[in-house]
């Protein structure tokens, strides 16, 4: 009963480095988003997607980069990463407007 | 744009006390809002949810209610146990089952 799967756990970074955060979940839902969660501030919404070949901008979009090729998986790509980008990332998934599942999240953080 | 407040930010009570944490939100234009708690590190789990459609949801010790009007929900706790503790979140659904959060309210329950 694997729910929504993050990975990694922990990742250390160098400014300018690139990598992937992955998500996965196994309850078949067609919507998937990726929340950031800093100090004061809150979740903050980054990208999301409603299905398999779709996905559309949030509030914090700048700097990451999403595709959905499965309906299971929904990786975060950090193409060049900043120290802004330091934070705590959760992946979520749900059915229609219904109730969001999230991970257990990934904590980056970028020297 | 959407905004959500929590009141009060922390809050301490013993043991056995019945309690209440307030959210607020600026746009009623929601589909649904969600209680969530998360432990220290860890993921969020969802507690309640709210359709827009309702006036409140009871989940055991647990009922969260809904003035969609006033943009106002409140989680009322019974009862409350030191297995309580933990940071309560708020946070209203927008178009495409996107959520805006609240900062949230840490709670601790002495015994």
């Known amino acids: 009963n694997a729910g929504v799967t993050q990975t990694p756990k922990f990742q250390v970074l160098k400014t300018g480095q690139s990598m992937t955060l992955q998500c996965a979940q196994d309850?078949?839902?067609?919507?998937m988003s990726w929340y950031r969660q800093d100090p004061g501030m809150g979740l903050r919404l980054i990208h999301y997607?409603?299905?398999?070949?779709?996905?559309d901008q949030g509030e914090v979009p700048n700097g990451y980069n999403v595709s959905r090729s499965t309906t299971e998986d929904f990786p975060l790509r950090l193409l060049s990463a900043a120290p802004s980008q330091t934070s705590v990332y959760f992946c979520?998934?749900?059915?229609?407007?219904?109730?969001?599942?999230f991970g257990e999240g990934s904590r980056l953080t970028v020297l | 744009k959407q905004e959500v407040t929590q009141i009060p930010a922390a809050l301490s009570v013993p043991e056995g006390e019945n309690l209440v944490l307030n959210c607020s939100f600026t746009?009623?234009?929601?589909?649904?809002l969600q209680w969530f708690r998360q432990d220290p590190g860890k993921g969020l789990t969802s507690l309640l949810l709210?359709?827009?459609?309702?006036r409140e949801q009871t989940s055991g010790r647990l009922n969260a209610s809904l003035d969609k009007s006033s943009g106002r929900s409140t989680l009322y706790i019974a009862a409350s146990q030191p297995g309580d503790s933990a940071t309560y979140l708020c946070?209203?659904?927008?178009?495409?089952?996107?959520?805006?959060f609240g900062t949230g309210t840490r709670l601790t329950v002495i015994p």
């Open positions: 979520a998934s749900g059915r229609g407007l219904g109730e969001l599942f």
């Open positions: 309850m078949n839902h067609e919507y």
């Open positions: 997607s409603v299905g398999a070949g779709i996905t």
């Open positions: 746009d009623s234009a929601i589909y649904n």
């Open positions: 709210i359709q827009s459609s309702q």
């Open positions: 946070a209203v659904v927008t178009g495409a089952n996107n959520l805006f």
